[in-house]
């Protein structure tokens, strides 16, 4: 079965931190680019960040530079997302997302940034 699968999500406080997976099957994961994204609270779903298939380029979006690290396990399908010092902005629905022709999403893990 073609899917992604996110944990890792739940309750932490400012300044706090959490590492978030993203489980991949049925497909050559190894071939493709991956991201992920977030959607707060009443707005658009954004990108957070970008991993090459090998691993070697990753971006960020401004607001998570320098706190956040993406990065993959090619040979365990796994996707990562190491989120440090964060901020109740942070607070979102965080999905992973497959690039390319066929694009393919998770179907999120929730994080709460409150004291």
């Known amino acids: 079965q073609v899917q992604l699968v996110e944990s890792g999500g739940g309750l932490v406080q400012p300044g706090g931190s959490l590492r978030l997976s993203c489980a991949a099957s049925?497909?050559?994961?190894?071939?493709?680019?991956m991201h992920w994204y977030r959607q707060p609270p009443g707005k658009e779903r954004e990108r957070v960040a970008r991993?090459?298939?090998?691993?070697?380029?990753?971006n960020y979006a401004d607001s998570v530079k320098g706190r956040f690290t993406i990065s993959r396990d090619n040979a365990k399908n796994t996707v990562f997302l190491q989120m440090n010092s964060l901020k109740p902005e942070d607070t979102a629905v965080y999905y992973c997302?497959?690039?390319?022709?066929?694009?393919?999403w998770g179907q999120g893990t929730q994080v709460t940034v409150s004291s």
């Open positions: 049925g497909f050559t994961f190894s071939a493709y680019i």
């Open positions: 991993i090459s298939s090998i691993g070697t380029e990753t």
């Open positions: 997302y497959r690039a390319g022709a066929d694009p393919l």
